[in-house]
């Protein structure tokens, strides 16, 4: 795991660590130290922490002015267990929340798995960013992952499926990305 980095052709733009509104602002990137790790294996030290021992992420991109981020995760999304979503709610996306983002593209190629417990941290976020035209879109989750996201409920808060499932969404300019994605929604919307 060591090996799977986060997504970085979008450094030119926009680093979390110099970011005075990020959680993540002045964060030593651990370049030759590695002090994460996921069970028993040693992930990339870019990936930061929210504060679970399985799921880690890295912002990718945030644009307060269009009001949007992209977040990508790595590891176990263990709700039951580590009630991750708590993390990533408290630690993360409250102080987006604060500072105008209403609009996330969670991107979940590396999440392994993902344990349900129940869905009140997403209903919460949900409720915060409806009223304002924002969403939830999830990209490239795993199809098991999909499965137990749909089982615990969370396609009530979340857009997933087949077009966002499969969007080769490293080849656009974070803002082309968010049209594409805003796009998708709005014509998946009945």
Known sequence: MYHIEPFYNWRDSYIASEDERSPFYGKDDYDFEHPNQIYNYIIHPQWDDIGSNTLYLKVLFADYENQFAVIEFIGEWNDCINNDIMYVKRNLIDGMLKNGINKFILVGENVLNYHRSDD???????????????????????????????????HY??????????????????????????????KALP
């Open 157 to 186: 808060y979340i857009n997933f499926g087949h077009a966002l499932n499969s969007l080769l969404w490293r080849k656009f300019q974070p803002n082309a990305l968010l049209n594409i994605v805003d796009e998708m929604i709005l």
């Open 120 to 154: 009140s941290y997403y209903e919460e976020w949900y409720d915060d960013i409806k009223d304002e035209g924002g969403w939830i879109a999830a990209l490239n989750f795993r199809e098991h992952v999909i499965t137990e996201m749909r089982a615990g409920r969370l």
